[in-house]
C-alpha cells in the first residue's frame, strides 16, 4: 500500500528521528508528561479516597466524580485549557496540556481506590480488629493491601488516558506525538501522520499491557480471569446486575 | 473579521457573540446527535451480533473482547492517523472511529445481561418451542434490558465527548466550536463547546433511562426477574 511506503520513508530518513521535533524527542516528550501527569492524579486523588472509603463515606461522591469524569469532552477541556494558561501567563504548551490530563487522570483513579478500600470484606476488618488492632493499623496492614491490586487497575486506566490524551496536547503547542499526526493531517504528509498514529497506539498498548501484568502480578489468586474493571455503578437500580466496563472515556 | 480581532483580553463567554449564533448552536447541535446515534446504532447491531456469537460458541467471547480490548485502547487521533489514509477525511472515518469505541462496551454488557437470565427462564421458552434465534431475540435480550441500556448509556456518554474530535477531520458537530475557538485564540466558541458536549451527554443519558423505564414495565410492578 501507498500509505505504508509513505511510512517508511519517514521513518527511515535519519534527520526525522533526532533535532527538536524529531521523533525521539517528541516521543520522551509524550512519555515525560504522561508519567508526570500520572503521578500527580495519583497524588491527588488516592488519600481522600482511601479515607472516604476506610470511613465507608462519600459514594455519591465517587459515583458522581467518575459519571462527569465520563461525559467532560477531553478534547474541549484540553482546549480550554489553552486561553485560560495564556491569561494566566503561563504559556503554551506544556501546562496547558499537563493541567488538563491530571484532571482527566482522577476520576478513575479516585473511583477504583475508593472502591477497593470501601469493599474490603467487613468479616476481615471485624477480624483485624478483634485482633486488638486499631483503626490506622487496619487501614494500612489490611485494607491497603487488599485494596492495591484495584488501585492499580485504577492506575492502568487513567494511565491509558493519559496517552492518549497527551495525544490532543500537539493542539495547545504541546510538541509529542500527536504533532505529527496533526502536521501530517495539515500538509497531506501521510507518512507523517502515520508515524504519529503508529507510535502513539504502540505506547498506549504498551501502557495498557504494562499495567495488566503488574495487576496479575499482584493478584495470583485470580489468575483465571483478567483483573476487575470498576463497575458501573451510576445506574439508578442499585438491584440490577453491574457488569464490568471500562470506567475511562476514550480520548 | 472582526471576530478575530476579539483577543483573550475579552471575558471567557461573549454572551453576545453565542446569541448571534443560534443557527450554528442549533446546526451542531443536530449534526452531534446524527453522529452519536448511527455510531451508537450501528455500534449495538454489530455487538448484538457479536455476543450472539460469544453466547452461542464461548471460546470466541475471549478473543472478541481481545480485539475488541484492542480497538478501546488505541487513542482516537491514532486510530483517525490509520483511517484517513484509506477513507478520507469525513464522516465514514468518523463513524468507523466512533463505532469501535462503543464495541467492549456494549459486548460485554450484553453478555453480561444475557448471562444474567435465569435458566428456568431459558428453557420455559425452550420448551414453549422457541427457535433459540426467536428466544435469543425475545427472552433473553428482552430480560437483560436494564444492563445492555447501562452499557449504551456509557457508550453514548463516551461517543458524545469523542465526537468532538472528530471536528480534527472535518466533521465534529460541537468540536468545530472548539476546534474555531482554538484556531482564533477566542475562548467563547470553546466553553460554548465543551458545555454543550457535556449538556448533550446528560441530556441523552436521561433519555435512555427514560427508554429502559419504558422498556421494562416489570421492573415497575415490583417482579423479580
Do not use: C
Not at chain 1, 50 to 56: E, N, P, S, T
Not at chain 2, 82 to 97: D, E, S, W, Y
Not at chain 2, 98 to 111: A, D, E, F, G, K
Not at chain 2, 130 to 140: H, I, M, N, S, W
Request: without cysteine; charged residues 15%.
Amino acid at each position: 500500500m501507498d500509505a505504508l511506503g509513505e511510512l517508511w520513508d519517514f521513518l527511515s530518513t535519519e534527520s526525522n528521528w533526532w533535532g527538536r521535533n524529531g521523533i525521539a524527542t517528541r516521543t520522551w516528550a509524550h512519555v515525560r508528561i504522561s508519567v508526570l501527569a500520572l503521578v500527580l492524579s495519583a497524588a491527588i486523588a488516592i488519600p481522600p479516597a482511601v479515607v472516604l472509603g476506610h470511613i465507608k463515606r462519600g459514594g455519591l461522591a465517587a459515583v458522581s466524580v467518575v459519571n462527569i469524569g465520563r461525559a467532560l469532552p477531553s478534547f474541549g477541556i484540553l482546549a480550554l485549557a489553552f486561553p485560560l494558561s495564556i491569561q494566566l501567563g503561563l504559556g503554551l504548551g506544556f501546562w496547558p496540556t499537563l493541567v488538563p490530563l491530571v484532571f482527566l487522570g482522577i476520576p478513575p483513579i479516585f473511583m477504583n481506590a475508593y472502591t477497593g478500600v470501601r469493599g474490603v470484606d467487613p468479616g476481615v476488618v471485624e477480624s483485624a480488629n478483634g485482633m486488638g488492632l486499631t483503626a490506622r493499623q487496619v487501614l494500612w496492614q489490611v485494607e491497603l493491601p487488599i485494596a492495591i491490586p484495584l488501585m492499580v487497575t485504577g492506575l492502568r486506566v487513567s494511565a491509558v488516558q493519559i496517552v492518549a490524551t497527551a495525544t490532543l496536547g500537539a493542539l495547545v503547542g504541546f510538541s509529542a506525538l500527536g504533532s505529527f499526526i496533526t502536521e501530517g493531517i495539515a500538509q497531506f504528509d501521510d507518512g507523517k501522520m502515520l508515524t504519529g498514529g503508529l507510535l502513539v497506539a504502540l505506547l498506549a498498548i504498551l501502557t495498557e499491557v504494562g499495567f495488566s501484568l503488574l495487576e496479575r502480578s499482584l493478584t495470583p489468586w485470580s489468575r483465571s480471569r483478567r483483573g476487575t474493571e470498576i463497575v458501573d455503578e451510576g445506574s439508578e437500580t442499585p438491584t440490577q446486575t453491574a457488569p464490568a466496563v471500562p470506567g475511562r472515556t476514550v480520548t | 473579521m472582526l471576530l478575530a480581532q476579539a483577543s483573550l483580553r475579552d471575558e471567557l463567554v461573549s454572551w453576545s457573540w453565542i446569541s448571534e449564533r443560534w443557527d450554528q448552536v442549533w446546526e451542531a447541535t443536530l449534526n452531534h446527535l446524527q453522529l452519536t446515534v448511527v455510531a451508537v446504532g450501528i455500534g449495538l447491531l454489530i455487538a448484538i451480533a457479536l455476543s450472539a456469537v460469544a453466547l452461542a460458541w464461548r471460546p470466541a467471547y475471549a478473543p472478541i473482547t481481545w480485539v475488541t480490548g484492542f480497538l478501546y485502547t488505541i487513542p482516537s487521533l491514532a486510530l483517525f492517523s490509520f483511517l484517513v489514509p484509506i477513507l478520507g477525511l469525513g464522516f465514514v472515518t468518523a463513524q468507523v472511529a466512533l463505532v469501535s469505541y462503543t464495541l467492549l462496551i456494549l459486548v460485554r454488557n450484553i453478555v453480561a445481561g444475557v448471562d444474567g437470565v435465569p435458566a428456568a427462564v431459558k428453557e420455559a421458552a425452550d420448551g414453549m418451542g422457541y427457535t433459540p434465534l426467536r428466544r435469543f431475540v425475545a427472552v433473553d435480550l428482552r430480560l437483560a434490558t436494564p444492563t445492555i441500556v447501562a452499557g449504551i448509556r456509557i457508550a453514548a456518554v463516551t461517543v458524545v465527548g469523542l465526537v468532538t474530535i472528530t471536528a480534527l477531520i472535518g466533521e465534529g458537530g460541537y468540536g468545530v466550536f472548539i476546534l474555531d475557538g482554538l484556531r482564533r485564540r477566542f475562548s467563547t466558541p470553546i466553553v460554548l463547546g465543551t458545555v454543550l458536549s457535556v449538556l448533550l451527554a446528560v441530556a441523552i443519558d436521561i433519555a435512555l433511562v427514560l427508554v429502559e423505564r419504558a422498556l421494562t414495565p416489570w421492573a415497575r410492578r415490583g417482579v423479580r426477574h
